[in-house]
T-cell receptor, first 113, second 113 residues
């Protein structure tokens, strides 16, 4: 059981470049989330998917798009990266949208220069 | 004002000490109160949760919730070097069938031998 996996682990982008962060879970969870973690800010929700086929904006969605490809996979896309998007990105999942226990992946460290 | 406030530390204690970590919050609708532990360069993992008010004990860890004061605490007894990590409080309230987690900024704890 791998739990929640994320790729890549590290990435450096130039301003204006695009990239997709991948996330997959093998726990048969219905709900998946994308967070960013910045020093002194805690974890902030970017987008979430309560179930396959649905996505909704979180607290800080600007500059990001998401795709819930199937029940297992939830990707996060940066269309035109900006230095303000330098952060550590975490994907998480829960059994259902009312679940309080979120299982997190190992994170992707993104630097935008 | 942030919905959840948490002192970022860092907190440095000797092995065997009792550690007290705290968060305050402003939203009286919060019902679930959680503590996540995050080791360096890893994703957060759920340590303990409490529903509504009261205490919960799990081994060396005790979580307390005081809803009247909007204050939650995590106590670690007989702290060990392996407890060195960042501790994130998180809170949530069910809204429209969805449990949105709000995280504190995290307190970094170092336990030295």
């Amino acid at each position: 059981n791998a739990g929640v996996t994320q790729t890549p682990k590290f990435q450096v982008l130039k301003t204006g470049q695009s990239m997709t962060l991948q996330c997959a879970q093998d726990m048969n969870h219905n709900s998946m989330y994308w967070y960013r973690q910045d020093p002194g800010m805690g974890l902030r929700l970017i987008y979430y998917s309560a179930s396959e086929g649905t996505t909704d904006k979180g607290e800080v969605p600007n500059g990001y798009n998401v795709s819930r490809l199937n029940k297992r996979e939830f990707s996060l896309r940066l269309e035109s990266a900006a230095p303000s998007q330098t952060s550590v990105y975490f994907c998480a999942s829960t059994r259902g949208p009312s679940g309080y226990e979120q299982y997190f992946g190992p994170g992707t460290r993104l630097t935008v220069t | 004002q942030k919905e959840v406030e948490q002192d970022p530390g860092p907190l440095s204690v000797p092995e065997g000490a009792i550690v007290s970590l705290n968060c305050t919050y402003s939203n009286s609708a919060f019902q679930y109160f959680m503590w996540y532990r995050q080791y360096s360069r890893k994703g957060p993992e759920l340590l303990m949760y409490t529903y509504s008010s009261g205490n919960k004990e799990d081994g060396r860890f005790t979580a307390q919730v005081d809803k009247s004061s909007k204050y939650i605490s995590l106590f670690i007894r007989d702290s060990q070097p392996s407890d060195s990590a960042t501790y994130l409080c998180a809170m949530s309230a069910l809204s429209g069938g969805y449990n949105k987690l709000i995280f504190g900024a995290g307190t970094r704890l170092a336990v030295h031998p």
